[in-house]
């Protein structure tokens, strides 16, 4: 079993940066492919960014250059770095968890999910 909480969202203006962190609580936190998703108003939850152990990171293109995943193994943390925030960037982000992930931006593939964190982006 594994808990994820992330925290780190609020509200800001357009071209502002935040960072969200999830912090994951269980055992081999390693061995989790880990992934943050959003959800926008009246859209499907997509996919942002994955992350594999010891592999590339990979975004979205809509984030690409602007969002970086990263984890830190020895806090059992994941962040996700967004910057030159757009109003379209507006969603609630949820983290992900998954010891099985073979496509990175299959939601289905994850096993544990955070709450989630409201990140709102004015123009």
């Known amino acids: 079993q594994v808990q994820l909480v992330e925290s780190g969202g609020g509200l800001v203006q357009a071209g502002a940066s935040l960072r969200l962190s999830c912090a994951a609580s269980g055992r081999n936190f390693n061995a989790y492919v880990m992934g943050w998703f959003r959800q926008a108003p009246g859209k499907e939850r997509q996919f942002v960014a994955g992350?594999?152990?010891?592999?590339?990171?990979f975004h979205e293109d809509s984030v690409k250059g602007r969002f970086a995943i990263s984890r830190d193994s020895a806090k059992a943390m994941v962040y996700l770095q967004m910057n030159s925030l757009k109003p379209e960037d507006t969603a609630i982000y949820y983290c992900?968890?998954?010891?099985?992930?073979?496509?990175?931006?299959?939601?289905?593939?994850?096993?544990?999910w955070g709450q989630g964190t409201q990140v709102t982006v004015s123009s």
């Open positions: 992900a968890a998954g010891l099985d992930v073979r496509r990175l931006m299959n939601q289905n593939e994850y096993d544990y």
């Open positions: 992350l594999r152990t010891g592999f590339v990171p």
